[in-house]
């Protein structure tokens, strides 16, 4: 029993370690994408400005709730689960 508390608690930390870096590589991806997108829609204002920033700001206020944030999330769940599942299959059966 210890031994799988150790186990549970070192997969825990790789994925934080893993969910952590994943959450930023996506919204970084998403503030490039709306970046992107503001330089397209403004030709003439392209570049570092105060409204482009302000407009990639409030663009990523929702983005917590989209459904590709909110996957990163089983980053965290998954892999416990098959693990709690695998060791309940071989030691009960």
């Known amino acids: 029993m210890i031994a799988l508390l150790r186990l ?3 997969v825990l930390v790789i994925e934080l370690i893993f969910y952590v870096l994943l959450s930023i590589y996506i919204r970084s991806t998403r503030r490039e994408a709306l ?4 330089d397209r829609r403004h030709p003439s204002a392209a570049g570092n400005s105060a409204p482009r920033r302000e407009f990639v ?13 909110r996957l990163v999330g089983l980053v965290l769940v998954l ?9 309940i299959l071989v030691n009960y059966d």
Request: no cysteine.
């Open 8 to 10: 549970i608690g070192l």
């Open 35 to 38: 970046e992107k997108e503001w």
């Open 57 to 69: 700001r409030r663009s990523m206020v929702g983005f917590g709730k989209t459904l590709r944030a």
């Open 79 to 87: 892999p416990l689960v098959v693990i709690v599942m695998i060791v």
